[in-house]
Nanobody, 125 residues
Framework: QVQLVESGGGLVQAGGSLRLSCAAS????????VGWFRQAPGKEHEFVAG????????YYADSVKGRFTISRDNAKNTVYLQMNSLKPEDTAAYYC??????????????????WGQGTQVTVSS
């Protein structure tokens, strides 16, 4: 079993930056693909970014490409989401999730087995 805890959310002005962290406990998730999703009020979960187990492959939603960067440090059992040039439309609760696949990064949230509780990101205009 893997427990995931997100941190790093907060309130930031448009154009600003935040770095989210997703720390795993219980067991290592060094062999799991990890994804970040977000959910704004009244909307469905939206895939943001994902990274395979060794960081050799990353995938981004078009809406964040060029602004967000996902990375991981398996020695620290942590995955990061660096968010730059934030926009008000990035406001949402952000969740990290781990799948049982090591290599495949998927946008399908049903493939992710372990989920964190989320961290709120609010971008003011």
């Amino acid at each position: 079993q893997v427990q995931l805890v997100e941190s790093g959310g907060g309130l930031v002005q448009a154009g600003g930056s935040l770095r989210l962290s997703c720390a795993a406990s219980g067991r290592t998730f060094g062999r799991n693909t990890v994804g970040w999703f977000r959910q704004a009020p009244g909307k469905e979960h939206e895939f943001v970014a994902g990274i395979n187990w060794n960081g050799s492959s990353a995938y981004y939603a078009d809406s964040v490409k060029g602004r967000f960067t996902i990375s991981r440090d398996n020695a620290k059992n942590t995955v990061y989401l660096q968010m730059n040039s934030l926009k008000p439309e990035d406001t949402a609760a952000y969740y990290c999730a781990a799948s049982n696949s090591a290599w495949t990064v998927t946008v399908d949230r049903r493939q992710y087995v372990y989920w964190g509780q989320g961290t709120q990101v609010t971008v003011s205009s």
